[in-house]
C-alpha cells in the first residue's frame, strides 16, 4: 500500500473530505463524509450513518475515491482505494466509540479504505500528478 505521509495526514484531518463511488452501473456519486479521518499510514477510516447511495455503491464495487482540499488553498489531494466494511469485532467498536465521544449518530458500519493510489489535486501544474501508487494486488488497481 502507498503510505500517508504527515503532511497528508494533517491535511486530510484540516480538510472537508469527499468520497466518489459507483454504482452498479458506472454512474458516478460524489459527497461528503464528515467523519472520514486518519486510520494509520496505509488506511483511512469513516462511520457510515445514512446507508444511502455511497453504502449502496459499496456493496457492489469496493473501489473508492476519497478528494481533501481546503478551502481557499492551493494544495490537496486525492487518495484512491479499496473499501473494507466491518459490522462487528474491533474496528467496528472503535469507529462506535468514535460516535459517542463525538456525539454522532450511530453507524450501520465501519468503512476502512485502503491507501493504493495518492494523486495532488494541487492548483498550478502539479494537478493530478501521481504520488504514489502501491494497491495491495492487481486486482484492485484503479
Same mark, same amino acid.
Not at 462487528?88 to 450501520?108: K, M, R, S, T
Given at each position: 500500500m502507498a503510505k500517508l505521509t504527515s503532511e497528508m495526514k494533517d491535511l486530510i484531518s484540516q480538510a472537508f473530505p469527499f468520497i466518489a463511488t459507483v454504482d452498479e452501473d458506472g454512474n458516478p456519486q460524489i459527497g461528503p463524509k464528515g467523519t472520514l479521518r486518519v486510520m494509520d499510514d496505509e488506511h483511512l477510516i469513516y462511520n457510515e450513518e445514512t446507508g444511502r447511495q455511497a453504502w449502496h455503491n459499496l456493496q457492489a464495487n469496493h473501489k473508492i475515491a476519497v478528494a481533501v482540499h481546503p478551502y481557499p488553498g492551493k494544495i490537496g489531494l486525492r487518495v484512491e482505494g479499496y473499501a473494507t466494511i466491518y459490522k @462487528?469485532? $474491533? /474496528?467496528?467498536? =472503535?469507529?462506535?466509540?468514535? =460516535? /459517542?465521544?463525538?456525539? %454522532? $449518530? @450511530? %453507524?450501520?458500519a465501519a468503512v476502512v479504505i485502503s491507501v493504493d493510489r495518492i494523486v495532488s489535486l494541487n492548483a498550478g501544474p502539479d494537478a493530478g500528478t501521481e504520488i504514489a501508487n502501491e494497491p495491495v494486488s492487481d486486482q484492485f488497481k484503479i
Open positions: @462487528d469485532g $474491533p /474496528v467496528f467498536e =472503535a469507529a462506535h466509540q468514535y =460516535a /459517542v465521544d463525538n456525539q %454522532l $449518530p @450511530d %453507524l450501520i
